[in-house]
């Protein structure tokens, strides 16, 4: 049983298995009680007990379906009101490997509103009791795909860049309320998610393939580094560096009145 000092309560999302239930594992055993969101209140209640056994945390489960609206406004309606929550881990989401134009529109409306809408509403609800408090911190886990969107499915890309681009607005709004806030993005990782996105992983070159512990270990590692971005498979950190300070650098000329030299050229020359 561990003796450390409670950090709070950190409400997991996803939290039955895979990554989020490591997440539950290695938060318990840092000081933090839990609340462990999904849908399988079976699955959710074999991590809480494995949890409470081997580390004495609190552990709640709570069974939420987040892509209907009733339990999405449960959950968001407890991180308003517990005071004891200090860090939200944004973990449940769906992918696709299916090419843009074979995907079921459905199952690209679903995946929107569980990795995009569920996401934001869950932010949305906690984000001003952290700042109230002046303490709390958000971990969104979106993916690499948020950077190479041609890699997997269209849709899912563009979700996980919805996420990333979240953070970082986040971030430039909270950093200086006290509100520790970071994007994670894994590359391809030992988990169910590939089988119910259409393919397993081991169709994928093994060295390509991160397990979820150690996956879930960098993570809270960048978190500890002060990382508002976190990609674990990135070997070299200062190409992540150089890739955001261009952006931002680019950033600073976006607005002119007055469209580039290159366009209006063009539109001298098709007159």
Known sequence: MTAITS??????????????????????????????????????????????????????????????????????????????????VNNA????????????????????????????????????????????????????????????????????AYVLALTQSLQHELADKGVRVQAVLPGATATGFWEVSGMHYDNLPAEWVMTADDMVDAALAGLDLGEVITIPPLQDGKEWDTYEAMRRDISTRLSNHLPAERYRVAQSENA
């Open 7 to 88: 950090k709070g309560t950190a409400l997991i999302t996803g939290a039955s298995s895979g990554i989020g239930a490591i997440y539950a594992d290695r938060l318990a055993r840092r000081g933090y009680d839990l609340i462990l969101v999904a849908r399988n209140q079976n699955a959710l209640d074999d991590v809480a007990k494995t949890i409470r056994t081997e580390t004495g945390r609190t552990v709640e489960t709570l069974a939420a379906d987040l892509a209907d609206h009733v339990d999405l406004a449960r959950v968001g309606s407890r991180l308003r009101s517990d005071k004891s929550i200090t860090m939200l």
């Open 93 to 160: 989401g769906v992918g696709s490997v299916a090419p843009l134009l074979e995907a079921d529109i459905d199952k690209m409306e679903y995946m929107i509103g569980l990795n995009v809408t569920a996401l934001t509403r869950l932010t949305y609800a906690v984000a001003p009791a952290f700042v109230e408090r002046a303490k709390g911190t958000i971990i969104n886990i979106a993916s690499i795909v948020a950077l190479g969107p041609e890699i997997l499915n269209g849709v899912y890309g563009a979700s996980k």
